[in-house]
């Protein structure tokens, strides 16, 4: 559709155009005329001078004027073109119509805005579609130069006869033909008038929440506020709007507050907090404060202030309830921590002295907690507490950190002979028993030390210190005390760096098997071999286990470790059983995986997806392991067995050393650990142990594997004995399977070159 509206514009710039243009050629004809004039006043017939003159000017004037023609036209086309596409893409609804009230012109929005199509709105007249609102306009007066315009607000039913609010504004005028004409434009008020209802909603949903809310511009300049803020901040509502947030009179914030406040809302979108809101600091009521950024066109900021008064009353009514502990009464684990830290920062400790924290851990407390159910463990608790209190100075504060350990800290400075004697005098009470409901018992408890200072602070790294001595205390034994040193610190560094190092090596296939053989007693050939872990580390080398296994076993990685030997057994296995003739590959399980049933299951399982057979693999377990958990015990050696694994005791003679136990599981044999061989055959009491553990392990159909050989001496008698196979660094010492010389023969790191097999060693 084409609007006929008169450029103005386009009209005062050809008008500016021939005022030019006609003062041009006066300025020729007056110049043409004064050199006739001038240079030839006997000339007659002017008129032929200023004809003359106007030919010349029209010739040179005459591109010009054609090029001004033509760009006025192209100007104007697109003109129209460009209005016509405005009118059909705007978003307004557009009528035109003429004085008689016939519709000339529609745009496509106004069809879609009342339902109708072009043609049926063509056909129409204006006065029957806007009925009475039609009056509006009847005065309206046209001007020569400037259009009127009048505006309402109007419901108008569509083609469906659905009313829908609209803003009708109405515009008279006349066009380059000398007619009057009027436009009328339709905007769709819906959406306007449903955000009017929902912000008057949100209006009295505001207004009726107690809690106090802002709302201010990115400038932190408040624009709205609901009426609790008003009560909050005791002025009006002028007093409010326009005013900066954290700089409001009631709202105790410092300058410096307010900047790191509005460094923060920038940087993370928000900040919570507590401030003070009253006259003065001593009579102000404490609010929390939530500002929220919300981000967008409007980047507004929302403050939410919500009074915790009386919040503030009960946290201060139960504090001492929650920094004690509910069973003995002592301070909590948090309570503890925050008296000692607030020694350090009061400055008590500012003259270098140390302030010992005694941590104090009841040996074995589960076994209690079992025998006599939690209610009895409750009571022994209570029983050490009361000690505590007894042998402690007044001025201690002890504490229950967790479970069975408890803490004490002294604040003042004491010498190690004090800490010492002060230990000493709980441990001297605890050699009488505790008087509890169900009879007297006696404990112990192993202590862990560490002072306090300026240098170790805060208070929880004191505090885990002392833990950790009690720890390094129970590896040892029970009953004894540890004094936190540079010492435990560089063991429990190494402890973190060696075990992360040995997660990395688990997953890149750096601990691989190293192999020692194992001969036959009769004719010292090679039977079988032990597969050893070895770990090939990218700086240090060939580690050995006792390098790594004490801290896998801690760090709970034997499972895996266990995974990735088998894992390098099955890789050398071809390898193995090509070249070399024996009859099995012993494995050893640590005592911290033999017992859990679900890691047996995997192993299992592992070995059916590998290409060794069962029936090669023996898998050896030491004694203590054996015993300390008898049924899982025993579970796990039937697995194995059903698996067609053999199980073979371990290290015999350094646990239980009894031959007693053995017939109560299904083993395969033992191996004699080589702190029995010690001194055999020159020491007759030992030597007459070892024959009684063959005869007796024969007499059980076990066959008996002897270890740490390394003479010919022990070699000899041990085959005379009886003994079944021979393991020892005389014979190898363990191997990495690259080192093996397959075409010599199983030729190791051994010591002299062993003796014919038909002759005794001497």
């Known amino acids: 559709m084409v609007f006929r509206m008169r450029n103005t514009e386009s009209i005062y710039r050809q008008m500016r155009f021939m005022v030019v243009y006609v003062a041009m050629g006066l300025a020729v004809i007056y110049f043409v005329e004064f050199i006739r004039t001038r240079y030839f006043p006997s000339a007659t017939g002017s008129l032929i001078f200023e004809s003359l003159a106007g030919m010349v000017f029209l010739t040179l004037s005459a591109p010009l004027i054609s090029r001004a023609i033509t760009q006025y036209k192209r100007h104007s086309q697109l003109v129209r073109q460009e209005r016509s596409f405005l009118v059909e893409n705007i978003s307004f609804g557009i009528i035109q119509s003429d004085m008689d009230g016939s519709i000339v012109a529609v745009n496509t929005a106004v069809c879609e805005l009342l339902g109708y199509t072009e043609a049926e709105l063509l056909s129409r007249n204006i006065n029957a579609l806007l009925g009475e609102e039609i009056e509006l306009f009847e005065t309206l007066d046209v001007l020569p130069a400037q259009p009127s ?22 515009t008279q005028y006349s066009s380059d033909d000398g007619k009057y004409y009027r436009s009328f434009i339709l905007r769709d008020r819906r959406n306007e008038l449903e ?5 008057r909603r949100a209006s009295l949903v505001f207004n009726s929440v107690t809690n106090p809310i802002m709302i201010a511009s990115d400038n932190w300049e408040v624009a709205w506020c609901n009426e609790a803020a008003l009560m909050m ?23 410096t507050e307010r900047e790191f406040i509005k460094n923060t809302v920038l940087k993370k979108g928000g900040w919570s907090g507590i401030v003070s809101v009253g006259e003065d600091l001593e009579s102000s009521s404490p609010y929390r404060c939530t500002l929220t950024l919300i981000g967008g066109a409007d980047n507004i900021i929302i403050a939410n202030f919500d009074s915790i008064a009386e919040l503030m009353e009960a946290k201060s009514e139960l504090s001492n309830s929650r920094s004690i502990d509910d069973l003995t009464g002592l301070l909590n684990y948090k309570e503890f921590e925050f008296r000692i830290n607030k020694d350090i920062s009061t400055g008590v400790l500012s003259g270098g002295g140390r302030f010992p924290v005694i941590v104090f851990n009841i ?6 907690n079992v025998a006599y159910d939690r209610e009895g463990g409750d009571c022994i608790l209570n029983a050490f ?19 069975d350990t408890f803490s004490a800290y002294i604040p003042r400075q004491c010498s190690l002979s004090e800490v010492n004697g002060l230990v000493d005098k709980v441990k001297l009470r605890l050699t009488s028993p505790l008087n509890v409901d169900f009879g007297p018992v006696f404990i112990t408890v192993s202590v862990g030390v560490d002072s306090v200072s300026q240098s170790n602070a805060p208070a929880r790294r004191v505090i885990s210190n002392a833990e950790y001595a009690v720890s390094t205390a129970k590896e040892v034994g029970r009953n004894l005390t540890r004094f936190y040193s540079s010492d435990i610190s560089e063991s429990a560094n190494y402890f973190v760096k060696v075990s992360s190092e040995l997660s990395v090596a688990l997953k890149s296939r750096q601990l691989v098997a190293a192999y020692q053989a194992i001969v036959k007693a009769s004719d010292f050939t090679l039977h079988s071999v032990e597969a050893l872990v070895r770990w090939i580390h990218p700086v240090d080398g060939v580690r050995r286990p006792d390098d790594f296994i004490p801290i896998a076993e801690k760090a709970g990685l034997m499972p895996d470790l266990s995974r990735a030997v088998l894992d390098s057994v099955s890789a050398d296995f071809a390898s193995l059983s090509t070249k070399l003739d024996y009859g099995s590959i012993s494995i050893n399980f640590s005592p911290t995986v033999f017992v ?8 299992v399982a592992q070995v059916n997806r590998t290409y060794i057979p069962p029936q090669r693999l023996i898998v050896e377990i030491t004694e ?17 067995r059903e698996a067609g694994i053999g199980v073979v005791i371990d290290d015999f003679g350094t646990g239980y050393s009894s031959l007693s136990y053995l017939d109560k599981f299904n083993l395969d044999g033992i191996k004699v650990d080589k702190l029995m061989l010690q001194g055999v055959p020159q ?11 063959i005869a007796t392990a024969k007499a059980l159909n076990l066959y008996v594997v002897i270890e740490g050989v390394e003479t010919a001496e022990q070699a000899s008698f041990l085959r005379r004995e009886g003994a079944d196979y021979l393991q020892g660094y005389y014979f190898s010492q363990p191997v990495l399977l690259q080192d093996v010389d397959f075409d010599k023969g199983w030729e190791l790191y051994r010591r002299p070159l062993l003796p014919s097999s038909r002759q005794d060693i001497r």
């Open 149 to 170: 315009t009048a505006r309402k607000d109007i419901d108008l039913a569509t083609k469906n006869d659905e009313v829908i609010p609209v803003e009708l504004v109405c």
């Open 195 to 199: 955000s009017q209802a929902i912000e």
């Open 233 to 255: 901040l005791g002025c009006s509502h002028d007093g409010v709007i326009g005013k900066r947030v954290m700089s409001l009179q009631r709202l105790k914030v410092s300058q």
């Open 363 to 368: 040996d074995s407390f589960r076994q209690f």
């Open 385 to 403: 507490t009361a000690v505590l209190k007894e042998c402690l100075p007044h001025d201690s504060y002890l504490s229950r950190l967790h479970s």
């Open 596 to 603: 859990d049933s679900d890691f047996v299951d995997s192993f």
């Open 624 to 640: 203590s392991t054996l015993m300390r958990d008898t049924r899982s015990s025993k579970m796990a050696i039937a697995k194995l």
């Open 683 to 693: 020491d007759a009491k030992k030597a007459e142990i070892l024959k009684n553990i």
